[in-house]
């Protein structure tokens, strides 16, 4: 039986969600290997298949918290520059 394009999308993209998923629950990298081995995947292809969502996970939850504090370093940098403009040209307003 051969699968269509958006098939094997479809059969990749929950492939990654039951791995993800598995790997946020707290179980081991081989039993959620070993899951996707039952459905079919060689022992190969379902290791290096859950390295690299785990390894994408890790780069998704780094990436995410640092460019939120990155946010606010950038506003409260830019709210003292603008209260230090406001006090040396005695601009009226200040944002404390």
Known sequence: MSMTPEQDDAALEDAAKKAASGLASGRPRTSVAQDL????????DANS???SVE???HENS???GGSRVGG????IGALVI??????QF???L???
């Open 82 to 87: 603008f209260n230090l403009l406001s006090w």
């Open 62 to 64: 780094s990436s995410g």
């Open 37 to 44: 081995v039952n459905d079919g995947w060689s022992q190969e």
């Open 55 to 57: 390894e994408a996970m």
């Open 72 to 75: 606010w370093v950038w506003w």
């Open 94 to 96: 200040f944002i404390w």
């Open 49 to 51: 298949f859950v390295a």
């Open 90 to 92: 005695d601009w009226p």
